[in-house]
């Protein structure tokens, strides 16, 4: 199947950056849509960002002009870069993944990777 590993949370200050990647591996035969979403404590999980295998990208309205999210098709990769981060924007941040597999349509997710922007 497909494995998600995200990589890059940490702690940071408010204004601050970090760059978030994840990487896909397995067994697959093409990966599509790779988007972030994110959990904050008591709260659901909410879409960031995608990027899709074709055509532009997507942001939810809350991160718009200071998330980017990009992928390098060739490596199954998908990087988030956050800049000016906000103490809410404190949450698990997940990979996930649409891909064609052997027995057809997969979509998982990644362990997840705590972003926590605090002074």
């Known amino acids: 199947q497909v494995q998600l590993v995200e990589s890059g949370g940490g702690l940071v200050q408010p204004g601050g950056s970090l760059r978030l990647s994840c990487a896909a591996s397995g067994s697959f035969f093409a990966i599509y849509a790779m988007a972030w979403y994110r959990q904050a404590p008591g709260k659901e999980r909410e879409f960031v960002a995608q990027?899709?295998?074709?055509?532009?990208?997507n942001y939810a309205d809350s991160v718009k002009g200071r998330f980017t999210i990009s992928r390098d098709n060739a490596k199954n990769t998908v990087s988030l870069q956050m800049n000016s981060l906000k103490p809410e924007d404190t949450a698990v941040y997940y990979c996930?993944?649409?891909?064609?597999?052997?027995?057809?349509?997969?979509?998982?997710w990644g362990q997840g990777t705590q972003v926590t922007v605090s002074s």
């Open positions: 996930n993944a649409d891909a064609r597999v052997l027995a057809g349509h997969w979509n998982g």
């Open positions: 990027a899709p295998s074709g055509g532009s990208p």
